[in-house]
Nanobody, 116 residues
Framework: QAHLVESGGGLVQPGGSLRLSCAAS????????MGWYRQAPGKDRELVAT???????NYADSVKGRFTISADNAQNTVYLQMNSLKPEDTAVYYC??????????WGQGTQDTVSS
């Protein structure tokens, strides 16, 4: 059974940076897509960025030019480098991994707070 472990969240001042990581393990199937989503209080979960084999990346308009998604395919690990953080980036960030069998798994979530 697939298992994801996230790390790297925390509290940062506006304009600061955070780097999230998410490592997948336990599945016999190959990872074919990874991504980050976030959910702010009172709002729906939204896509932040995804990366597929190629690699092909996709970003929400709100984070383009500030966030960078990358992956270490050998380690089944996905990263999210977040720069120039704004208070509106405050949310719980969730990692999602999709495997070749078509099934996906969510991470436990990590709280990122941008505040002075």
């Amino acid at each position: 059974q697939a298992h994801l472990v996230e790390s790297g969240g925390g509290l940062v001042q506006p304009g600061g940076s955070l780097r999230l990581s998410c490592a997948a393990s336990g599945s016999i199937f190959r990872v074919n897509a990874m991504g980050w989503y976030r959910q702010a209080p009172g709002k729906d979960r939204e896509l932040v960025a995804t990366i597929t084999s190629g690699p092909t990346t996709n970003y929400a308009d709100s984070v383009k030019g500030r966030f960078t998604i990358s992956a270490d395919n050998a380690q089944n690990t996905v990263y999210l480098q977040m720069n120039s953080l704004k208070p509106e980036d405050t949310a719980v960030y969730y990692c999602h991994v999709r495997f070749d069998n078509g099934l996906g798994t969510w991470g436990q979530g990590t709280q990122d707070t941008v505040s002075s």
